[in-house]
């Protein structure tokens, strides 16, 4: 068994870049902490949204695909997002969501705590839920909005599966407990979590298979301490009979990738190297960093991605 201290990033398919890009920094305050290419298809974008240095556990990626068809959400996926919130933070975050022009709902109640809940402008579905002690933030100070409202580590994600045994098993590999069940949601919680350390599963048996398309979750990462460790879980993973990816070198990240028996794809990210280790964190986001391998085709990749109006540092 291992002990995850929880997720690592979310990545999701995004439609129109400049909607996406104002969205998640202006509306919802997270700071652009990467601006890249999809690695597999450097044609698309690559975000990175976290909070104001872009620690695991706060990162939110975004394939923007424009022109893309919505995708649907169902079986063998990640439904919803969360965020944590304190409890004073309920009437600014409806207020301003409002403002925005987004349709909230709740809040509503859900093991004992108050949850919002909302969709990006591509359809993407987020929860903000008013716990009680929330993790520790990173402030950004160039954000929008005021430090006590910020958002910082996820609170979690739910899994939509047909059967939730098999999938509850994989869990329990990475380090994470059964803690809660409430109507069809059963809550695993990290045992390492320092927070973004909860996954609810949802067992959904009548539900189509989801389709990976704009508006849905490509797949959910999960933190290892370092490539020792990750090549430990791969090496597991094979022996429980599990494909798994090689490993691919990120950048900011070594991954692996595998799909978890209910047919969410799940990846395995080291904490190291870091956002920084190729621009400051003071200048996070500021400009189009390729990997080594892209870089000779910097100007053609230039010249094919759309134009983007970056935030105000």
Not at 55 to 73: H, L, N, Y
Not at 81 to 98: K, N, V
């Amino acid at each position: 068994m291992f002990q995850t201290p929880g997720i690592h990033h979310v990545t999701a398919i995004a439609g129109d870049p400049q909607e996406n890009l104002d969205f998640y920094t202006n509306v919802l305050g997270l700071r652009l902490v990467k601006l890249t290419v999809n690695y597999d298809d450097p044609g698309t974008y690559h975000f990175y949204f976290g909070d104001g240095v872009g620690r695991p556990g706060t990162i939110m990626t975004t394939f923007p695909w424009p022109g893309a068809p919505r995708g649907r959400r169902g079986n063998g996926q990640v439904t919803s997002i969360a965020y944590p919130i304190a409890r004073e933070s309920l009437d600014y975050w409806s207020e301003r969501l409002a403002a925005a022009g987004v349709d909230v709902q709740g809040p509503a109640e859900r093991f004992g705590e108050q949850v919002l809940s909302f969709t990006d402008p591509h359809g993407l579905p987020f929860e903000l839920i008013a716990v009680q002690e929330r993790p520790d933030l990173e402030i950004w100070e160039g954000s929008p909005v005021p430090a006590p409202h910020q958002l910082g580590p996820f609170h979690g994600v739910a899994l939509s599966v047909r059967q939730r045994a098999a999938t509850a098993e994989v869990l329990t590999w990475l380090g994470f407990e059964r803690v809660g069940e409430e109507g069809e949601r059963v809550r695993f919680r990290a045992r390492a979590s320092l927070g973004a350390g909860i996954v609810d599963v949802l067992e959904r048996p009548n539900d189509l298979p989801g389709t990976v398309s704009t508006g849905t979750v490509h797949h959910v990462a999960f933190r290892v301490k370092d490539a020792e460790e990750q090549e430990r879980m791969r090496k597991e993973l094979f022996a429980m009979g599990f494909i798994v990816s090689p490993v691919r070198d990120r950048t900011y990240f070594r991954s692996i990738y595998f799909r978890e028996p209910g047919g969410v794809l799940f990846e395995i990210a080291t904490d190291q190297p870091g956002f920084a280790v190729n621009e400051p964190i003071e200048r996070l986001g500021t400009r189009l960093c390729l990997p080594e391998h892209l870089e000779p085709a910097r100007r053609e990749l230039e010249s094919i991605l759309p134009p983007l109006q970056l935030p105000e540092k």
